[in-house]
């Protein structure tokens, strides 16, 4: 009979009701316990007046407590008393409370690889003002880096979180709620410390601490406030999804409690953490004269204009290593608490209770030789070129599975921005040698860090407005029909396009693949995977995409990857199909285990793969991703059925009729008022914009028009009665996209002149698709107005284009 080997967890003296709290200097809490690893290893325990909790920070004995079947998230004690302001927010909540779960929903499409393109310009706008306050320093004038940083990334959350200006560059101290965020924050890490009768004896802390929340509650509470009264206000922001969104689940909103807590959570934590990140950087930065030439190597290379767009930061692939090196040396939320669910062994041999406490020292997980090799600590960015090589277990700066940071890619994405344009206008000094000394706090920060920087020689003094900034790209997804009819002599192949996607992206791409199947003559339907759960169709082709999170299906996918799992007596023979993944290499320890799992299941059950599985990384180059995988699997599902894979494009689905000699051709149509639970912003194109395609296609503003079409293959254009082209084209469709290869090659198509058309066709390489239109961000109006010799149909110009979503 075999028998498990129990191991006892080592435990340093204690001293009566203090516990080991003697032990640590607590204006250094998080690297007294770093040294207490080092005496007593990967594994011990530590008694203070709150309780009694598990250190652990070797990659093996975290893989196992990130089992989030056996572990969750505890508030431990200093969060306990964050939460006298923060509530029932999603960082101080418990998972178990009904607000985590409904903000969680309403809020992660916010945080989306999408959403980022429509805070870019507006991350940008901050980031503008910190380079030109740098650019009019004196010569011998120097930098609070870890104050400017703090300015920088509160003023970001505000703007992009809230639509608020702090203005923090405009004022000589810091703003009240920042002085008052810091100061409870102290205070709420003191609390945790001291014996209860000593924290009842300290009046006057105790009066400074509620006042200190007051300030941050009346702030808050105006912002909500003067929201709800602006009624015209089109802000896409986080507050406007919390005031107007319902949880897609219990079809519930956010009370106007919660959403204060919310606002105070993100900015707290979307700015304290990521201000550090980027004062450490700027200071290992420093240190490293080989690594900081890599760097402005690749800034120069990347960002060929003073203002970069959102393509460009996302291909600064060595900074964003440089962030992630940073991240691991001294991660700014140095520690995450969990707790056991049941009774169990941690790691096999270390006996746990229900609800015993298991700290995560990320400092020293990110340290672990056996993870990480014997260099430790050295600062070597080139860690992470390889997402491969990268030791998921022993990398966990944002958290762990459904309670990670959910504004991780929000902080890698400013972070990113901000230090590729610093880098682009100046050169660092460090007038000081500084050395560093980690400030500690709720997170941590270089304490007294300074620098002085200097405009660089291959570069203008920055001195540009806003207004010469760039627009951020509009979100990508492309609404294509829900189903697809036959055209005219097509084969009419059957083919079924199946998604999961809580954040839209996976339902976009399968609409636009529904789309595109349609052209290629198929007859073509597009629907949730949990529809077909159990009915998956034998005749034609399946495609599949689908998401994972956190190793879980979609909301959409569950009852079909349920059936998948528990059905063993179904058999799959005869489905034909083929799975593209969508996923984030950030959560490395299950990225893309849905979609693989499918795709393998699928196979298991009698299944016939068209095409092997493809995979987007949102962290990577998605877009290129799926357009490979997109431009591979058409020939195979061709080759399969015996088709012949015809390129041109079909007559247009669309027709425009334009109207004449009516006194009112809007329709008056009587309508009931109805009840709904949710309010959605109505965004629209620029006057400029539409200005160019009506001078394109030689129409006046005032031209009343009817589009006729079958409804279910353009459903964001207005059918069957007359509308003002100039209303069409303001809220319809979005004129400024990036135009895609499939959009290119139908450009190119329609140029009767043949050398455009082979200035069009070179688009189509990736290598010059990506420097010579995605990253300078063309639009289609742009490419027909530099090419005349486009003869593309204005009805196929609209039904090319991608909706203007709603908000």
Not at 204 to 222: A, E, G, P, W, Y
Not at 227 to 232: A, F, T, V
Not at 584 to 607: H, K, M, V
């Amino acid at each position: 009979m075999l028998t498990t080997e129990m191991s006892s967890i080592p435990q340093p003296k204690t001293y009566g009701p203090l516990g080991n709290l003697p032990q640590l200097d607590l204006s250094q809490p998080t690297q007294s316990i770093m040294k207490l690893a080092d005496e007593y290893g990967p594994i011990f325990k530590l008694k203070f007046p709150s309780g009694t909790g598990t250190f652990i920070s070797s990659a093996d004995l975290v893989k196992d407590a990130s089992d989030v079947s056996r572990f969750d998230k505890l508030v431990n004690a200093p969060l306990q008393k964050v939460r006298a302001f923060s509530g029932d927010g999603l960082f101080t909540s418990w998972t178990k409370e009904e607000n985590w779960q409904k903000a969680h929903n309403i809020l992660l499409p916010s945080f989306s690889q999408n959403a980022m393109k429509g805070y870019h310009s507006m991350m940008v706008d901050i980031a503008v003002q910190l380079i030109q306050k740098w650019s009019r320093l004196n010569y011998d004038e120097s930098i609070d880096v870890p104050e400017d940083m703090t300015r920088l990334t509160l003023d970001t959350i505000g703007l992009c979180g809230f639509n608020y200006r702090f203005n923090s560059f405009y004022r000589e101290k810091s703003h009240p709620f920042i002085t008052s965020m810091a100061s409870a924050l102290d205070e709420a890490m003191n609390q945790s410390n001291r014996l209860g009768l000593q924290d009842k004896l300290m009046v006057k802390t105790k009066r400074q601490f509620n006042q200190d929340i007051h300030t941050m509650v009346s702030l808050v509470d105006r912002i909500i406030e003067e929201r709800k009264q602006n009624e015209d206000h089109e802000a896409e922001d986080l507050l406007s999804r919390m005031l107007n969104s319902s949880d897609p689940v219990t079809g519930e909103k956010l009370s106007d409690e919660n959403i204060r807590y919310q606002i105070i959570t993100f900015l707290i934590a979307g700015h304290e953490t990521t201000s550090g990140l980027l004062s450490f950087a700027l200071y290992f930065l420093m240190k490293h004269p080989d690594k900081l030439e890599k760097a402005y190597a690749e800034v120069d290379q990347v960002l060929t204009d003073s203002i970069p767009s959102y393509p460009q930061v996302r291909n600064l692939k060595y900074i964003r290593m440089i962030l992630n090196e940073s991240l691991r040396l001294w991660p700014t939320a140095p520690l995450f608490s969990l707790f056991a669910k049941e009774d169990t062994l941690l790691a096999g041999k270390y006996p746990l209770k229900k609800r015993d406490v298991v700290n995560v020292l990320l400092p020293k997980l990110h340290r672990d030789p056996k993870a990480w090799g014997d260099d430790v600590e050295e600062f070597r960015p080139e860690r992470f070129e390889d997402p491969k090589k990268i030791p998921h277990d022993a990398f966990k700066p944002f958290g762990n599975g459904q309670r990670a940071c959910i504004g991780q890619q929000f902080a890698m994405h400013e972070a990113t921005l901000l230090i590729g344009m610093i880098l682009k206008h100046f050169d660092l000094i460090d007038h000081t040698n500084y050395q560093l000394k980690v400030k500690e706090t709720l997170t941590l920060k270089p304490d007294g860090l300074t620098m002085q920087v200097r405009p660089r020689e291959t570069t203008e003094r920055f001195t540009h407005g806003m207004n010469e900034t760039s627009a951020a790209l509009e979100k990508n997804d492309k609404h294509a029909p829900q189903r697809n009819t036959s055209i005219l002599g097509a084969h009419n192949t059957p083919l079924l396009v199946l998604y999961g996607s809580n954040m839209g992206t996976a339902e976009g791409i399968a609409r636009d693949l529904a789309v595109t199947a349609r052209f290629k003559g198929f007859q073509s339907e597009v629907a949730t995977l949990d529809e077909f759960a159990g009915a998956l169709p034998k005749e034609g082709a399946v495609l599949i995409i689908t998401s994972s999170y956190n190793g879980n299906p979609p909301k959409n996918a569950r009852k079909f990857v349920k059936w998948l799992k528990e059905d063993d007596s179904v058999s799959l023979s005869g489905v034909k199909y083929a799975v593209f993944g969508c996923g984030d290499t950030n959560w490395a320890s299950t990225y893309q285990e849905i979609p693989t799992f499918i795709d393998e299941r699928l196979c298991e059950r009698g299944g016939t793969r068209l095409f092997q599985k493809g995979q987007g990384d949102a962290s990577s180059e998605f877009e290129q991703q799926y357009e490979d995988w997109h431009e591979q699997v058409w020939p195979k599902v061709f080759d399969y059925f015996g088709l012949e894979n015809d390129s041109t494009f079909p007559t247009n689905n669309l027709s425009v009729h334009f109207v004449n000699g009516l006194y009112n051709p809007i329709p008056s149509d009587v309508v009931q008022n109805q009840e709904i639970n949710a309010v959605r912003i109505i965004p629209r194109n620029s006057a400029e914009l539409v200005g160019r395609v009506l001078n394109r296609y030689g129409l006046d503003e005032n031209t009343q028009l009817i589009l006729n079409g079958n409804r279910g293959e353009v459903t964001h254009l207005p059918l069957d009665f007359p509308v003002r082209v100039w209303d069409l084209l303001s809220y319809s469709v979005d004129l400024a996209e990036t135009v895609t290869i499939a959009q290119l090659r139908e450009l190119a198509e329609f140029t009767v002149c043949p050398p455009h058309k082979r200035e069009l066709e070179v688009l189509l390489n990736k290598e010059t698709y990506q420097l010579q239109v995605a990253e300078k961000e063309i639009s289609m109006l742009h490419l027909l107005e530099k090419y005349p010799a486009c003869e593309l149909p204005f009805e196929r110009y609209l039904e090319l284009l991608a909706p203007l979503k709603a908000r």
